[in-house]
């Protein structure tokens, strides 16, 4: 059975860090590409950051590069979003999902509070 567990979610003042993480289980971790999107409240969900196979090629939505940090871990099957100076308008529901051809897998989701 395929499994992405996110966690780490919470609230956090602007100005602050959080980490995300994705646990996968039931599929290929290591040759799947994995990414994490948000969807904000009335908004669609967008691509925040992705991540290759191998974890040697990553790519950044405009909004948070420089701030946040994609990683993989394929011996523990895992996919890390490090976040900093976070702002109100980074809050959302975080998703990870992996693809591979035809093929893809999505969280539920973690929410990321960004408020004084």
């Known amino acids: 059975q395929v499994q992405l567990v996110e966690s780490g979610g919470g609230l956090v003042q602007p100005g602050g860090s959080l980490r995300l993480s994705c646990a996968a289980s039931g599929f290929a971790f290591s040759r799947y590409a994995m990414s994490w999107y948000r969807q904000a409240p009335g908004k669609e969900r967008e691509l925040v950051a992705s991540?290759?196979?191998?974890?040697?090629?990553?790519k950044y939505a405009g909004s948070v590069k420089g701030r946040f940090t994609i990683s993989r871990d394929n011996g523990k099957e895992t996919v890390s979003l490090e976040m900093n100076n976070l702002k109100p308008e980074d809050t959302a529901v975080y998703y990870c999902?992996?693809?591979?051809?035809?093929?893809?897998?999505w969280g539920k989701g973690t929410l990321v509070t960004v408020s004084a």
């Open positions: 999902k992996g693809v591979r051809g035809g093929e893809s897998y």
């Open positions: 991540i290759s196979s191998g974890g040697d090629g990553t």
